[in-house]
């Protein structure tokens, strides 16, 4: 399967962020393909392991930015996205585990980059309302 590539129609107009956006799709791209090769377990699991460090630098930016936004008002929000930063990383923790040791590495992870890519995409459509938010609030 045929792995989303970043585009000018993801973008949301705040430089670090769009960057950070086309890093985790390349960086999936990359584990998808190194899942569809020979590659060996050890690789891939270092892969992940990037790509958990890298998307865990990247919420934190938007941590940093969600922060700057009245907290009253947009609690429900910034709460939910913050789950979704959770939940992704753990989806990323439960991968690296099971391809730690490689045991049926590639039968267990069949679809995981397309998965991934997916999550990423909702990641960009959530972190969309953000920039929203922080258009309406003047902090951008």
């Known amino acids: 399967m045929r792995i ?5 129609d993801l973008a949301l107009g705040i430089d670090q ?6 890093n985790l799709l390349r960086i999936v791209r ?12 050890p690789d891939i699991h270092d892969r992940i392991v990037h790509l958990f460090r890298f998307a865990d630098e990247h919420f934190n930016r938007e941590d940093t930015l969600m ?10 929000h910034i ?9 992704f990383l753990s989806r990323l923790a439960g991968l690296s ?3 730690l040791d490689g045991s049926a590495l590639h039968e267990q992870t069949a679809g995981t980059g397309a998965l991934l890519a997916e999550l990423v995409l909702e990641m960009v459509s959530v972190d969309r309302v953000m920039v929203d938010h922080l258009v309406a609030e003047g902090v951008i």
């Not at 989303?4 to 000018?8: G, I, K, L, R, V």
């Not at 584990?31 to 590659?39: F, G, H, K, N, V």
């Not at 709460?79 to 939940?87: G, I, T």
């Open 4 to 8: 989303a590539e970043w585009t000018d």
């Open 17 to 22: 962020i769009d960057a950070d956006h086309a």
């Open 67 to 76: 922060d700057r936004l009245p907290q009253a008002k947009y609690q429900d």
């Open 79 to 87: 709460d939910s996205h913050r789950r979704l930063h959770m939940a």
């Open 97 to 99: 585990n099971r391809t």
């Open 30 to 41: 990359d584990i998808d393909a190194a899942l569809a090769s020979s590659t060996t377990p």
